[in-house]
């Protein structure tokens, strides 16, 4: 088994994965699909930017989308639990070697820029402005009614690595893996989380850097279904992907989107708590197909090969040899 | 056993119960409860009148609200199957000694007018006007998303003699009935329809004739509950007077709220067909309280007493004693 | 427009397609598929046939499983309005010049055979044995919770002769129809009802004649979903062959399913009434993608090709040429 | 506003309530409700005792029956970080004054039990014994298909006392809280959590220390209204006692049981994450309806009054004086 004991003692302390910024082409294109197609609520909007956030969030922006570098992601936000943390992870990446920037990005408190071993671009901060919480505005809920982002998926090109450097030193938990029938086994993919539910951020084996998906929360089926029919309404059948469908792994109920610049965006609900120590990580083997879809559907050959490129990091080719992927 | 065969002859062939014309105070209030939180289609609307359908409809409409009279119910509309059958229903109530008029309201063919022999004020037509179906305009879907119109309720001051005249001479047939324990039992309520579902009309011993209440379709319980957020969340909550629920009768799952006038609408989804010749009329005794509810939960006094007045009649007290209602 | 006037006075009245029996290898497969995962009631069963019905029905069967012959499509039955109009019916196909015999099934009231003029095996009775209805035995709901039998698609070789006798002849209704967009067009597939719902025989376009589909009612959507997860834990996931998905056609929302024999069974729930005389039937080209899925999903190749063959008769192939399927 | 700062170094780490030991008389009646009616599933069961958990849960149980004492709380349940934190507590306890004794129930790693310092019954441990997780065998679901225990609601009658030991030593947050309109005003309800949603543990003014409900996770609304039919069908509709409804207080949709000994329990869904540090308590006026039900429907009086005694404590009346509830 190739997975380590988390650092129960992490130099910092993160509490979630809490916010991405992606690349975009038109903002307004954007709007109709975040905002009228997913339900998500502007928080603010300029000539170059748009913060967006989920309909409980009190929280300035779960997701920043920026003109310029279309596809590409920017940068991943985390929350870090005190003020001290940040500190803490100042020095933490220094003493890494790491080069670690300052600034207050709008809608955020002091934040830490970095690039992580693998070359990710990181932000951590402790606090977002407080802003209105829309959870009970059910007046204003439109198609998917996204309640807030959830985790962050990516494929990494040295997954053991990045898992272990998450892990062994951030303190990050697995909740499920996929690893190889070799001898001995090899991690595939890995579901990684700090805030008690099945993940913050997901690995897979993969031509990367390069974000897989975002992870957005939804109350239930309905809201995807209803947001599947609002897509179609909208003349955005086209941004519908993969799915509905439940996962085996993290037992979601799952919808991928590609939003207007290839974004890949899932709709996700269903999966469970991870909190208790008794929980351990839950074995599926490559070969296994109800890992990626309890109901045997057939993902389409994009969801397996195309992801977002992080800015100013070039893809590398992974360690483990990827698979063909059976066109659909 | 109080039932009645059915007319499988009638003189005129009626389709469905298809619209109700209620009396209204104020048209903007009016559209905020039936339009953003019931999810109803404004087709229409002029200084003292507002016409609305429901998302599936093809036809100008199944409510219409006109000013003055708030509170008071002005017409139940009937659709026939042919025009030729509005021929034979005119001669069917002049032979009955009951009078009949003629006209072409907006958005309806011709239309015969005439007071049913307890006074209750009936249009029938063979048409309406033909619009544009939103059913497929899943970006626009507000609230309960209402689809269409499903039944009419009424009080019944004779109950057994309305029930005659209905099942007996026009041919409705009867889906369920409670009646009393006495012996020989008397009818206490009644579901009858022509469309092979639950009802288009369904009566109940009281203070009549009254409306109880107009039933409108929606797609499942999950609008229910959304309509409820929705009404909560516009500060329309006092317009929730009873469930959300189960009947027994019916199986359906329901909501009951009263209109700004008073006028009380039932969002309803879950009943069966009846189309079968094998499906006999379900009794239940008037003690059972699953009939009501099968959760089991009492409804307000004002459920069982208050009823709009239709237009021009005055309501008269039942032949069976009504029972005292206990407070909830 | 290739459509024909429905008859509106039908020699004989067919109040809906009320059962069909089916080919099956194995008794007890049968049953862990419609009884445990699709949630039907087992009405009777002895060595050589399983008699099941819906939730709500209160008559015998509405699928009827008979060892022998498997994956081949016995009969459909049809229910007529009353005796007389079994005599009418018997009258008029000998009058066409064909063959009708006579018997009493199990579970049947007096029902005449006959092929139609295309070869496909009718039944047509009156009525059934009366069941105890299950509507409310909420403890007892398993898997899809089906409620009632809703429909019968089939491929045609003759479509348009097929849709001319049924249409023309027995006064079967159209709802919906695509046609190629050749000059002038030619129809491609049709949806036909007699109940006031979109259908009650769909054909399409093909070799045939052969049984496309028998469509199960079920509540909503959410029963869908919990079927492909009991699906799923019985072992049962490879019985998915297409969605769940929203049909632009009918809007109903389905999941296609193959039983143990192969025969495909539908899921659905969400189409919507059809009784109004406003109702005009709904045209689809044959080139638009949203009239098979709103959502955008390509169907397997399977689905387009794969039926069940009719007891007794060899299929032709069609009129129109088929156009090539795409592999998913 | 009467709160005080969460203590942010507890001596020694909370994770979550955990499960709750509870009295009754018969235990094939409390299987038939918690095992058949609510879908939690038996872990084990001996002549005394009957061991209980949700779907999702690798861990031995959250609801513990102990025949004897029926309606008395015997116990309530805590899991912490790690054993060094037993330890911690333990020391922490005894330096409080409070006894402590240790053993090592079924089920359950090495517990530590005390009373806290108004009198209830605590338990806490590190871990529970690790059984399978049923979260995908959805073949074996039945009624609400509870996932897990999610929290505890109490009585207090020294509430300000409870809340500030609960959140000043013990390091529990505030998701939400009634106030009185008095200057100052005081506290009148408090919702505290651990684990990062709205509540681990709620505490109300009243006679107390009292159980006022169990509250369990289930995945979405549709869970509740299935739950609802399957008591009802199982002639366990009297159980019901309030709901379904919408809290404005955690947004949370609910319905109330009273199980066969009348402990209450929540069937609960809905809520939202507390994790990010902009997160601040929201206050609700005590007169506010909304708090109650967003939908306004009245609480039964026995929502407001009754409640299960803690095993060896005398209810206390209450500081400040509880307000006359009007009877439904």
């Not at 922006?61 to 803490?88: K, N, S, Y």
């Not at 933490?92 to 955020?108: A, I």
């Not at 990516?154 to 997954?159: D, G, N, P, R, T």
């Not at 969801?303 to 659909?328: D, H, K, M, N, T």
Request: with cysteine.
């Amino acid at each position: 088994m190739p997975l380590v004991e988390p650092n129960t003692s992490p130099p910092f302390d993160v509490l979630r994965v809490s916010h991405v910024e992606l690349g975009a082409s038109d903002l307004e294109a954007s709007k109709a699909f975040y905002r009228d197609a997913l339900g998500m609520v502007v928080t603010a909007q300029d000539g170059e930017t748009l913060w967006l956030r989920g309909l409980e969030d009190t929280s300035h922006h779960a997701i920043v989308l920026r003109r310029g570098a279309p596809g590409t992601c920017l940068r991943l936000g985390f929350r870090v639990r005190t003020e001290a943390d940040l500190d803490r992870a100042a020095h933490y990446f220094v003493g890494r070697g790491l080069e670690v920037t300052e600034d207050r990005p709008r809608g955020q408190g002091r934040t830490l820029h970095v690039r992580d071993p693998f070359g990710v671009p990181l932000a951590f901060y402790h606090r977002q402005d407080i802003v209105e919480r829309r959870l009970q505005s059910y007046g204003a809920y439109r198609g998917a009614a996204v309640q807030r982002l959830d985790h962050v998926n990516a494929f990494a090109a040295e997954l053991q690595d990045t898992y272990e450097w998450l892990a062994g030193e951030l303190g990050f938990r697995v909740s499920e893996y996929t690893e190889t029938d070799e001898t001995p086994p090899r991690l595939w993919a890995v579901w990684l989380h700090r805030k008690g539910n099945v993940h913050d951020l997901a690995l897979t084996n993969g031509l990367g850097p390069r974000l897989h998906h975002v992870g957005l929360w939804v109350r239930g089926e309905m809201d995807v279904i209803h947001a599947c029919d609002v897509l179609a309404a909208s003349g955005l059948a086209a941004s519908i992907e993969r799915g509905p469908g439940r996962h085996g792994i993290s037992n979601a109920f799952f919808l991928y989107l590609r939003d207007p610049d290839g974004h890949r965006v899932e709709l996700f609900t269903g999966d469970y708590r991870t909190l208790d120590p008794e929980f351990a990580p839950i074995r599926w083997d490559l070969d296994d197909p109800r890992r990626q879809t309890l109901w045997g559907h057939a993902a389409p050959k994009s969801w397996f090969e195309e992801g977002s490129p992080f800015e100013g990091v070039e893809p590398r080719q992974p360690v483990l040899p990827v698979r063909p992927v059976v066109a659909r």
